[in-house]
């Protein structure tokens, strides 16, 4: 682990501790284990896996269902210093080359895409492509 979550908590997102759940679920992650959380909504997943994705370096890439969600969720992100886009099929092809190859040259840190994403192609030729060291579905 490269910093205290608790520190990066506080810089990044200016809490002063993790919610119930949250810090188990960093802490898993960060050593290197395989995770599942269930938290509620509003109960702060996000920080599950920003925390984390500050932490590791490579991509971190989020699997999230609520297309209608990644721009704000893009938005939280980089609020907290994390370099991050959404891939969309709404987006313009010029778009999505553009995202691809920030996650391809490590110019991302996050990257979220909607499940559908992950049986292309393509998309499964960029992921071997990246440095992903965080898999998270949301």
Known sequence: ?????????????????????????????????????????????????????????????VITPLVSLMEDQVRRAREAGLRAAFMGSAQEPGERRTITEAARTGALDVLFVAPERIG???????????????????
């Open 1 to 61: 682990m490269s910093a205290d979550p608790v520190a990066l908590l506080k810089k990044h997102l200016g809490y002063p501790g993790f919610r119930p759940g949250q810090e188990e679920l960093v802490c898993a992650v960060l050593a290197g284990r395989d995770a599942l959380g269930i938290l509620p909504t509003g109960g702060g997943k996000s920080v599950c896996y920003q925390i984390p994705a500050l932490a590791l370096g490579g991509l971190t890439l």
């Open 120 to 138: 292309l192609a393509p998309f499964l030729r960029l992921v071997a492509e990246c440095d992903v060291r965080l898999l998270a579905v949301d």
